[in-house]
């Protein structure tokens, strides 16, 4: 009995890229006329088993002979998560968890578009949350730097942020998985100074003995 092939995908319990085991496949074929042709597509769908944690996903290809050249255009069941959500994220807002949640989806479904508007209105919604509405996004910036929540730095990145959402949402543009993930790091950063480090600096605090009253000590 010949061994069940092998391909390495990415597994979103494992959280990585792991060998994949083929369990099972079916392919239905057609045509159809197209412009006075007949043209012939292929709808294949399989089944795969992680060999690491054993969870298992489908994944479709759809091959049409119009596709000259082209691979065939692929899709995943359950949706390959491009990023995970980050383990203090419970600390944040009711809101923003959920508006926070449609963004993750966005960038698991690769809906570029949706993402970055969503990014737009997280960043929004956090500088509301934190200075309250102060006016344009400038100067939405300005007051949280000068409230102390970030530095000239970290506004600047922001400032980047925002406007690559409102490209998104005025002029259509799609950013690239790089881009993406550079956008996520900066707010993902943003959200975790505002909401979950002064907890976790508190919980170092409580922790740290106190310094001893000695003149020979150095601490």
Not at 96 to 116: F, I, K, M, T
Not at 156 to 173: D, K, P, Q, T
């Amino acid at each position: 009995m010949s061994e069940a092939p092998r391909v390495k995908l990415q597994c979103n319990d494992c959280h990585g890229q792991r060998w994949h085991v083929l369990r099972a496949s079916y392919a239905a074929e057609g045509e159809e006329e197209v412009d006075g042709e007949t043209e012939y597509w292929t709808d294949k769908f399989e089944i795969f088993q992680c060999q690491g944690c054993e969870s298992v996903l489908v994944r479709r290809s759809f091959d049409f002979s119009l596709f000259i050249g082209q691979e065939p255009e692929q899709s995943y069941f359950p949706a390959r998560i491009s990023r995970r959500r980050p383990q203090w994220l419970q600390q944040v807002s009711g809101e923003l968890q959920s508006l926070l949640g449609e963004v993750y989806n966005a960038l698991h479904a690769d809906s570029p578009r949706l993402a970055l508007m969503g990014i737009r209105a997280v960043v929004d919604l956090a500088i509301m949350e934190t200075v309250g509405d102060v006016g344009s996004f400038p100067e939405k910036l300005a007051a949280l730097e000068k409230g102390g929540f970030v530095g000239q730095k970290q506004r600047e990145f922001l400032a980047a942020v925002l406007a690559a959402g409102n490209a998104a949402a005025h002029r259509g543009h799609a950013a690239s998985t790089q881009e993406l993930e550079f956008a996520m790091d900066i707010v993902e950063n943003l959200l975790q100074a505002i909401y979950a480090l002064e907890g976790a600096a508190q919980h170092i605090r409580v922790k740290t003995p106190p310094r001893r009253n000695s003149t020979k000590s150095g601490d």
